[in-house]
């Protein structure tokens, strides 16, 4: 590998890298929305490129509503109908225990009336 025999100095160094130059990059107006895109390039807004619709970008919008709107809907529907979880299924087990002992009780004093 090749090794430098002395070291470059400050001075070189930067008349070296003055040269090299960042250029702006070069931009259009889009012809359907009149945002400021770079050349040769999708507008980012509206999807078009060369009058055409290229990307789905703005139908994209309009069914984001709809999946929006379904969703709406089902977190509707989760509402009314409450979420089974281990708590719920406690509660019933310890409501059923409940009502198995009122039924047993009530059993056990008919038992005493008939045998008095």
């Given at each position: 590998?090749?090794?430098p025999?002395k ?30 895109i770079p ?7 509206c999807g078009?490129?060369?009058?055409k619709?290229v ?7 309009e069914v ?13 529907e ?5 979420k089974r ?11 059923t225990?409940e ?12 038992t005493?009336?008939?045998a008095?």
């Amino acid at each position: 590998m090749a090794v430098p025999k002395k070291r470059t100095g400050a001075s070189a160094q930067a008349h070296r890298r003055a040269n090299w130059k960042g250029t702006v990059p070069a931009t259009t107006t889009c012809k359907h929305c009149n945002a400021i895109i770079p050349t040769h390039t999708v507008c980012p807004e509206c999807g078009f490129y060369k009058g055409k619709l290229v990307n789905i970008k703005g139908a994209q919008a309009e069914v984001a509503e709809v999946k929006e709107e379904k969703a709406a809907k089902v977190t509707e529907e989760k509402a009314e109908k409450p979420k089974r979880t281990r708590k719920a299924k406690a509660e019933v087990a310890e409501e059923t225990v409940e009502v198995k002992a009122e039924e047993t009780e009530a059993k056990t004093e008919e038992t005493e009336e008939k045998a008095e």
